[in-house]
Protein backbone atom coordinates (compact mmCIF):
# COMPACT_ATOMS: atom_id res chain seq x y z
CA UNK A 1 0.00 0.00 0.00
CA UNK A 2 1.12 3.45 -0.74
CA UNK A 3 0.03 6.93 0.82
CA UNK A 4 0.57 10.29 -0.37
CA UNK A 5 0.13 13.00 2.02
CA UNK A 6 0.30 16.65 1.36
CA UNK A 7 0.45 19.79 4.09
CA UNK A 8 1.14 23.11 3.23
CA UNK A 9 -1.87 24.67 2.56
CA UNK A 10 -3.86 27.36 3.92
CA UNK A 11 -5.27 31.03 3.60
CA UNK A 12 -2.57 33.55 1.98
CA UNK A 13 -3.20 37.26 0.79
CA UNK A 14 -3.34 38.26 -3.07
CA UNK A 15 0.63 38.48 -3.89
CA UNK A 16 1.63 35.80 -1.18
CA UNK A 17 3.39 32.51 -1.11
CA UNK A 18 3.18 29.63 0.06
CA UNK A 19 4.97 26.13 -0.13
CA UNK A 20 3.21 22.83 -0.54
CA UNK A 21 4.88 19.62 0.37
CA UNK A 22 3.68 15.97 -0.53
CA UNK A 23 5.50 12.90 1.07
CA UNK A 24 4.81 9.27 -0.37
CA UNK A 25 5.49 6.14 1.74
CA UNK A 26 4.69 2.56 1.79
CA UNK A 27 5.73 -0.40 -0.17
CA UNK A 28 7.54 1.49 -3.04
CA UNK A 29 10.04 0.65 -5.28
CA UNK A 30 10.53 3.91 -7.12
CA UNK A 31 8.80 6.46 -8.42
CA UNK A 32 8.77 7.92 -11.89
CA UNK A 33 6.59 11.10 -12.11
CA UNK A 34 4.73 13.33 -9.15
CA UNK A 35 2.59 16.31 -10.16
CA UNK A 36 0.28 18.95 -8.33
CA UNK A 37 -3.31 19.56 -9.93
CA UNK A 38 -5.92 22.00 -8.79
CA UNK A 39 -9.38 21.61 -8.48
CA UNK A 40 -12.47 23.29 -7.85
CA UNK A 41 -15.85 22.46 -6.46
CA UNK A 42 -17.93 21.38 -10.01
CA UNK A 43 -15.00 21.62 -12.48
CA UNK A 44 -12.63 19.37 -13.88
CA UNK A 45 -9.23 18.39 -12.34
CA UNK A 46 -6.69 20.21 -13.75
CA UNK A 47 -2.33 19.88 -14.04
CA UNK A 48 -0.66 22.07 -12.51
CA UNK A 49 2.73 21.14 -12.57
CA UNK A 50 4.50 18.29 -13.27
CA UNK A 51 7.80 16.63 -12.92
CA UNK A 52 9.77 13.30 -14.11
CA UNK A 53 12.11 11.80 -12.14
CA UNK A 54 14.64 13.10 -14.32
CA UNK A 55 13.45 16.05 -12.99
CA UNK A 56 12.03 17.38 -16.51
CA UNK A 57 9.22 20.27 -15.23
CA UNK A 58 6.28 21.10 -16.63
CA UNK A 59 3.70 23.40 -15.85
CA UNK A 60 0.24 25.15 -16.67
CA UNK A 61 0.48 28.14 -18.41
CA UNK A 62 -1.99 29.91 -15.71
CA UNK A 63 1.34 29.52 -13.12
CA UNK A 64 4.84 29.77 -15.25
CA UNK A 65 6.71 31.78 -13.93
CA UNK A 66 4.73 31.91 -10.29
CA UNK A 67 5.12 28.13 -9.32
CA UNK A 68 8.33 26.22 -9.02
CA UNK A 69 8.01 22.10 -8.38
CA UNK A 70 10.86 20.07 -7.31
CA UNK A 71 11.47 16.47 -5.91
CA UNK A 72 13.07 16.11 -2.73
CA UNK A 73 16.42 14.08 -2.38
CA UNK A 74 14.98 10.93 -1.66
CA UNK A 75 12.41 11.09 -4.88
CA UNK A 76 9.55 10.50 -2.57
CA UNK A 77 8.94 13.76 -2.03
CA UNK A 78 7.72 16.55 -4.27
CA UNK A 79 7.14 20.33 -3.46
CA UNK A 80 5.20 23.43 -5.17
CA UNK A 81 6.64 27.12 -4.34
CA UNK A 82 3.74 28.83 -4.83
CA UNK A 83 5.00 32.99 -5.47
CA UNK A 84 2.72 36.13 -6.15
CA UNK A 85 -0.42 34.05 -5.84
CA UNK A 86 -3.61 35.32 -6.99
CA UNK A 87 -7.29 34.97 -5.76
CA UNK A 88 -7.83 32.56 -8.89
CA UNK A 89 -5.12 30.19 -7.36
CA UNK A 90 -7.66 29.01 -5.03
CA UNK A 91 -8.86 25.33 -5.37
CA UNK A 92 -8.09 22.35 -3.47
CA UNK A 93 -4.37 21.03 -4.65
CA UNK A 94 -3.92 17.24 -5.06
CA UNK A 95 -0.67 15.39 -4.98
CA UNK A 96 -0.11 12.83 -7.70
CA UNK A 97 3.07 10.18 -8.29
CA UNK A 98 3.43 6.94 -10.38
CA UNK A 99 4.53 4.51 -8.41
CA UNK A 100 6.15 1.20 -9.39
CA UNK A 101 5.33 -1.10 -6.42
CA UNK A 102 7.45 -3.62 -4.82
CA UNK A 103 5.46 -6.10 -5.52
CA UNK A 104 5.04 -5.77 -9.01
CA UNK A 105 7.83 -3.92 -10.36
CA UNK A 106 6.79 -4.48 -13.91
CA UNK A 107 3.78 -2.67 -13.11
CA UNK A 108 2.52 1.27 -12.66
CA UNK A 109 -0.16 2.89 -10.02
CA UNK A 110 -1.26 5.53 -10.13
CA UNK A 111 -1.78 7.33 -6.35
CA UNK A 112 -3.33 9.98 -5.27
CA UNK A 113 -3.54 12.32 -2.61
CA UNK A 114 -6.19 13.58 0.03
CA UNK A 115 -6.34 17.25 -0.98
CA UNK A 116 -5.23 20.44 0.77
CA UNK A 117 -7.04 23.77 0.19
CA UNK A 118 -5.54 26.75 -0.71
CA UNK A 119 -7.54 29.87 -0.30
CA UNK A 120 -5.95 33.08 -1.46
CA UNK A 121 -7.58 36.53 -0.65
CA UNK A 122 -8.29 39.61 -2.58
Known amino acids: QVQLVESGGGLVQAGGSLRLSCAAS????????MGWYRQAPGKQRELVAH???????NYADSVKGRFTISRGNAKNTVYLQMNSLKPEDTDVYYC????????????????WGQGTQVTVSS
Open 96 to 111: NADVIPTTATNLVYHY
Open 26 to 33: GSIFSINA
Open 51 to 57: ITSGSST
